[in-house]
């Protein structure tokens, strides 16, 4: 999982720094890149787009990234290859020199990640305030 094509991202208002991934919204502030989830699923496909925009991204920016935090607060379900993309965005991460965080988890998929012993991979921890009140 890898490689991936820049299909299923279009351009606002002409302008590529603005450009949108269908299942997830990434922001870049003070070294933090942060990869809010569209949910309430992350299947095959969904696997696919979110790898592809965030590992973009991650390769755009480079080791200006100090840590990519993933926001999953608006999941309720991961598939096996949405596991996958979990890791593989944090093997980009770490070639950038990046942590890898995993806010927002529901109780259950939080058991999911210890279940799968992902929680060595990955920081897990309950969703800061300042993601809460995003406007």
Do not use: W
């Not at 942060?34 to 755009?60: D, F």
Request: charged fraction near 20%; charge should be neutral.
């Amino acid at each position: 999982m890898t490689d991936y094509t820049n299909m299923n991202e279009f351009n606002q208002n002409n302008s590529t720094s603005n450009r949108r991934s269908l299942f997830v919204d990434i922001s870049f502030t003070n070294g933090t890149m942060t990869a809010t989830i569209v949910g309430p699923r992350i299947g095959e496909r969904e696997a696919s787009i979110v790898a592809n925009a965030v590992n973009g991204k991650l390769k755009q920016y480079g080791k200006k990234v100090n840590e990519l935090v993933l926001d999953f607060s608006d999941i309720q379900f991961i598939s096996s290859l949405g596991l996958g993309m979990c890791i593989d965005v944090r093997n980009t991460a770490e070639n950038c020199c990046a942590t890898t965080s995993i806010v927002g988890l529901t109780t259950h998929l939080k058991e999911l990640f210890e279940l799968m012993r992902l929680d060595r991979l990955f920081k897990i921890t309950a969703l800061p305030a300042k993601f809460g009140s995003a406007a």
